[in-house]
């Protein structure tokens, strides 16, 4: 019989049971189930709600259980429903009615609740450690590319030039602002609902603050009906993920893009590419192409719970079951992404002199030709109008801007001088920009100390 089944008079079919249950995917949530329990068990027995002796037994038995589940000798039951069940109809098969109040004061809205959070937060912590991980890797490669020239793009169009430097290291602001965010999202996950009952608490004088403290919760919640019924910091844990994932999918989008034969910026190490089964020459970038692929999937698991949730009445409601999945597939996916991703990167080969040959062409820079005649005095709007006809003679001509001799450069304004060629260089180009958060070499040295010191105090 269920541990529920008491009020029933007839066993639930067994199409049913299958339909139900939910062991074959909440069985990740063994150990916070387990540490969960021994927390409420010990405090039973220091509230003198059951005797110390039993809290103990209790306590041993759930530890010894967890040992068996690791070594992999303990098969778990559908009958019995979710891991929260199994655990339980495991410890009363070892100890008996001593078992059986475990349960005391306490319901699977809120056991589930619990075991979620923290499977939330462990999990969360484990993504922090491969973003700093990629964070550090970003660090690195910028470090060394600081004098690396290629062209920046609008519209993926050549706009101005810059360094591969201040490419990684815009990279580098999105996932800091990924591990800001998840940061931020734990202070909400790391709660807890345990005390909450099915809904309306209990009047067993349990010490919610004391558990709290034993599981390493930054606090209670507050209201025991939203307690058992929220499922906002799946929500935002979700929505975090996918933030990451968008953030990897544009990087990879790039390398995808720079590893094409029109590009050649980079060239994926062998590890991290494939070859076609007809095609000979191929090297094909299938594990950016992956990644960018799971993005999607990922907002799927966000799309799945906010579906879940919008129309549910309180408390709760077996709708909810449907959080795990979509939350373990969302965490487990971000964190293979992240750690191949980092793995990829590592090992990239940027073409620097191919980079550099393609900020020189496509009128990167035109703009510095603008700014060197307003600062020679012509207002910008009129600079802007005689460097776009500059721009047309030289295409017209099949030629750069630094192809033009200085009488040329004369015919369209008379402001043009010698100097303009230094002024026009992809190095002038790129230094001239030395405000905070620009390209120049000075400040990008600044962005990367300054993200080094923040890594360091983010990530320890």
């Known amino acids: 019989m269920k541990l529920w089944g008491g009020r029933f008079e007839k066993k639930t079919s067994a199409e049913v049971d299958d339909f139900h249950s939910s062991i074959h995917f909440d069985y990740k949530m063994y150990r916070q189930d387990i540490l969960g329990s021994i927390a409420h068990a010990k405090m039973l027995g220091r509230q003198g709600i059951i005797p110390a002796d039993e809290a103990e037994l209790i306590c041993d038995t759930l530890k010894k259980l967890l040992d068996e589940i690791e070594a992999g000798e303990i098969q778990f039951s559908i009958e019995a429903e979710d891991i929260h069940m199994n655990i339980e109809t495991l410890l009363i098969e070892r100890i008996g009615d001593v078992g059986k109040k475990l349960h005391t004061g306490r319901s699977r809205n809120d056991q589930v609740a619990l075991d979620t959070r923290m499977y939330a937060m462990e999990e969360t912590g484990h993504i922090l450690t491969l973003l700093a991980a990629l964070e550090s890797e970003l660090l690195r490669q910028a470090e060394q590319n600081i004098e690396s020239y290629m062209p920046g793009y609008t519209h993926l169009q050549k706009a101005q030039p810059i360094t591969l430097a201040h490419h990684l290291m815009a990279y580098f602001e999105m996932f800091r602002r990924d591990m800001e965010r998840l940061i931020d999202c734990r202070k909400r996950i790391n709660i807890m609902?345990?005390?909450?009952?099915?809904?309306?608490?209990?009047?067993?004088?349990?010490?919610?603050?004391?558990?709290?403290?034993?599981?390493?919760?930054?606090?209670?919640?507050?209201?025991?009906?939203?307690?058992?019924?929220?499922?906002?910091?799946?929500?935002?844990?979700?929505?975090?993920?996918?933030?990451?994932?968008?953030?990897?999918?544009?990087?990879?989008?790039?390398?995808?893009?720079?590893?094409?034969?029109?590009?050649?910026?980079?060239?994926?190490?062998?590890?991290?590419?494939?070859?076609?089964?007809?095609?000979?020459?191929?090297?094909?970038?299938?594990?950016?192409?992956?990644?960018?692929?799971?993005?999607?999937?990922?907002?799927?698991?966000?799309?799945?719970?906010?579906?879940?949730?919008?129309?549910?009445p309180l408390a709760y409601n077996k709708d909810m079951q449907e959080d795990k999945e979509a939350l373990f597939?969302?965490?487990?996916?971000?964190?293979?992404?992240?750690?191949?991703?980092?793995?990829?990167?590592?090992?990239?080969?940027?073409?620097?002199?191919?980079?550099?040959?393609?900020?020189?062409?496509?009128?990167?820079?035109?703009?510095?030709?603008?700014?060197?005649?307003?600062?020679?005095?012509?207002?910008?709007?009129?600079?802007?109008?005689?460097?776009?006809?500059?721009?047309?003679?030289?295409?017209?001509?099949?030629?750069?801007?630094?192809?033009?001799?200085?009488?040329?450069?004369?015919?369209?304004?008379?402001?043009?001088?010698?100097?303009?060629?230094?002024?026009?260089?992809?190095?002038?180009?790129?230094?001239?920009?030395?405000?905070?958060?620009?390209p120049a070499a000075e400040a990008v040295k600044n962005a990367i100390a300054q993200g080094k010191e923040w890594l360091k105090k983010t990530a320890g």
């Open 193 to 312: 609902p345990l005390g909450s009952g099915a809904l309306a608490g209990t009047t067993y004088p349990l010490d919610r603050n004391w558990a709290a403290g034993e599981l390493g919760f930054g606090d209670i919640t507050r209201n025991s009906l939203d307690a058992v019924s929220d499922r906002d910091f799946v929500i935002e844990t979700l929505c975090c993920c996918s933030m990451i994932m968008m953030h990897l999918s544009r990087f990879c989008e790039e390398l995808i893009i720079w590893s094409t034969d029109e590009f050649r910026f980079v060239e994926m190490d062998d590890a991290y590419s494939t070859g076609s089964s007809i095609m000979p020459q191929k090297k094909n970038p299938d594990v950016a192409e992956l990644i960018r692929g799971k993005t999607g999937r990922v907002y799927g698991d966000l799309i799945t719970i906010l579906t879940v949730m919008k129309g549910l």
């Open 329 to 438: 597939d969302g965490l487990e996916t971000v964190k293979k992404c992240i750690r191949v991703f980092t793995g990829m990167i590592s090992t990239l080969k940027f073409c620097k002199e191919r980079m550099e040959r393609s900020a020189l062409s496509g009128f990167a820079n035109a703009t510095d030709a603008a700014d060197y005649l307003v600062k020679k005095g012509l207002p910008f709007r009129s600079a802007h109008e005689v460097t776009g006809k500059l721009v047309l003679h030289c295409l017209k001509e099949g030629k750069g801007l630094l192809d033009l001799d200085i009488d040329e450069l004369k015919e369209f304004s008379p402001l043009f001088e010698e100097d303009v060629y230094q002024a026009l260089s992809l190095e002038a180009c790129v230094n001239g920009r030395k405000l905070p958060g620009g």
